[in-house]
């Protein structure tokens, strides 16, 4: 069974720090794009940065680049989002998602290329 677990999201103060992981099951986790993305109460969902399968290239929005950080450990099957300078806008359901398609300068920003989701995670910034 193909699963994608989102943890460690919460209420934080805004300028605090936060770091969202993401266990994967079922599929070759080590061949996967893992991407995190997401979406705002009223709001479409939201890219915000993917990591290709061996960590070595990563991609990010702007609204997030410099502030959070996306990293994975192939060997525990966990992808990492360290979230920094947090923001009341930054509140929102946080999702994992995957694809066995490589990741290119050109594509894996999209929802609709991500086959296997997570249930996301609420993580709620208050100032």
């Known amino acids: 069974q193909v699963q994608l677990v989102e943890s460690g999201g919460g209420l934080v103060l805004a300028g605090g720090s936060r770091r969202l992981s993401c266990a994967a099951s079922?599929?070759?986790?080590?061949?996967?794009?893992m991407a995190w993305f997401r979406q705002a109460p009223g709001k479409g969902r939201e890219f915000l940065t993917v990591?290709?399968?061996?960590?070595?290239?990563?991609k990010y929005a702007e609204s997030v680049k410099c502030r959070f950080t996306i990293s994975r450990d192939n060997a525990k099957n966990l992808v990492y989002l360290q979230m920094n300078s947090l923001k009341p806008d930054d509140t929102a359901i946080y999702y994992c998602?995957?694809?066995?398609?490589?990741?290119?300068?050109?594509?894996?920003?999209?929802?609709?290329?991500?086959?296997?989701w997570g249930q996301g995670i609420q993580v709620t910034v208050s100032s």
């Open positions: 990591i290709s399968a061996n960590g070595i290239m990563s």
């Open positions: 079922g599929i070759i986790f080590s061949s996967y794009t």
């Open positions: 998602a995957g694809s066995p398609a490589p990741l290119t300068t050109t594509t894996m920003t999209n929802s609709g290329e991500f086959q296997t």
